[in-house]
């Protein structure tokens, strides 16, 4: 893609982001991300087939670029604020939403705050899987690997909704402590740090 390109859609997504966060999805028109973006119907068309692919990609893009930098890869910007290499990945992910990009705060407070932590849940049961159940950080259990890695992602949703809900007055060090000590009997926990 292009840099026209990129920063036509860029454009759109600033758009739907903040549309989102006023407004739930259904009540958003496409003419209304058009306009807010200033860009043209077939301009818009070319880059999303439909508002629901632009959905899909916008989610792609926040919470893809959130887990790739939170996993060090190199499109993503590495943390200022963390720590050294041992710190959970789940922390560098709490830094990241606090960072706020793309306004990810108000998107996961507003009232769509389901579509976007269904995909936040999605992402991150990838992210469970390459990090701990292919390294083989995930404890030994009676219970189906899937249901463990299911249970570890819903908890972090659980816990990122709980920290938006108390205004995010606790650090991320203090709710990724607080993450570690829920999934502590499904994950391992090395020197207090995760994986």
């Known amino acids: 893609m292009d840099r026209r390109q990129k920063k036509t859609r860029d454009a759109i997504f600033r758009a739907f982001a903040s549309l989102m966060a006023k407004k739930t999805y259904h ?22 087939e439909t508002k629901d692919y632009l959905l899909k990609a916008l989610c792609e893009e926040l919470f893809g670029h959130i887990i790739d930098t939170a996993m060090g890869l190199p499109h993503g910007h590495s943390h200022e604020s963390g720590g050294g290499k041992n710190d959970s990945v789940f922390l560098h992910l709490l830094q990241h939403l606090q960072e706020n990009d793309w306004n990810i705060l108000e998107l996961l407070s507003s009232e769509n705050n ?27 259990s009676c219970l189906p690997e899937d249901y463990r890695i299911n249970h570890i992602a819903a908890s972090f949703v659980e816990t990122v909704e ?15 402590a607080y993450f570690q000590e829920v999934i502590a009997p499904f994950a391992e926990i090395r020197n207090g740090k995760i994986g």
């Open 27 to 48: 009540q958003i028109s496409v003419q209304e991300i058009i306009d807010a973006a200033n860009v043209g119907r077939t301009t818009f068309y070319a880059h999303f």
């Open 114 to 140: 389901e579509i976007f932590l269904r995909y936040f849940k999605s992402n991150l049961k990838q992210l469970i899987v390459t990090q701990y159940a292919e390294k083989g950080l995930l404890k030994s």
């Open 162 to 176: 709980w920290w938006l809900s108390q205004r995010m007055t606790d650090s991320p060090e203090t709710i990724t």
